[in-house]
């Protein structure tokens, strides 16, 4: 039930971003209160920049199906993510710190970090204390999930 909550919170995050994104941005000439009427031939909103540039960003893959980067890191397993939600605190919160210390923008990281987790001798908090190997398709991908939560600072 505690991994349902998990994936509650983070889509209910995701549209809040979109959402405020939007609500955020202002008109180009500076009127506020009166946006410009819609039209029939206005363009829908395009997703936010953080989503588009997450390397897993793309559709959903089929069951049992595994995207692997040309890094040779797996970024995308075809199974819905499982995980406590101590597990994902955990998870997130290790590779936020992974990433603030090594600088830069974290969404550039999180194929470096799975690297790290997918081919690291030992285990820890990143990696439901389990080789990478020995976690299931869905932990595998409630790792990624926690990866990308952690890139955005969504770890709660």
Request: charged share 15%; with cysteine.
């Given at each position: 039930m505690r991994r349902y909550a998990v994936w509650s919170a983070v889509a209910a995050v995701v549209v809040v971003a979109a959402v405020t994104s939007s609500a955020c941005s202002s008109n180009q000439d500076g009127n506020h209160d009166n946006p410009p009427p819609a039209?029939?031939?206005?363009?829908?909103?395009s997703p936010s920049p953080s989503l588009e540039q997450t390397p897993?960003?793309?559709?959903?893959?089929?069951?049992d199906a595994v995207a692997v980067s040309p890094g040779g890191v797996t970024t995308?397993?075809?199974?819905?993510?499982?995980?406590?939600?101590?597990?994902?605190?955990?998870?997130?919160?290790a590779a936020r710190t992974w990433m603030t210390q090594r600088g830069g923008d974290p969404r550039t990281q999180i194929e470096p970090y799975l690297k790290t987790l997918q081919s690291a001798?030992?285990?820890?908090?990143?990696?439901?204390?389990?080789p990478w190997a020995q976690l299931s398709p869905g932990q595998q991908s409630g790792?990624?999930?926690?990866?990308?939560?952690?890139?955005?600072?969504?770890?709660?």
């Open positions: 039209s029939s031939t206005a363009a829908a909103p897993t960003g793309a559709a959903p893959l089929a069951p995308k397993v075809g199974a819905p993510a499982e995980s406590t939600e101590d597990d994902y605190f955990q998870t997130c919160r001798p030992t285990v820890g908090t990143g990696d439901f204390a389990k790792v990624i999930v926690a990866v990308e939560a952690a890139a955005g600072a969504l770890c709660g």
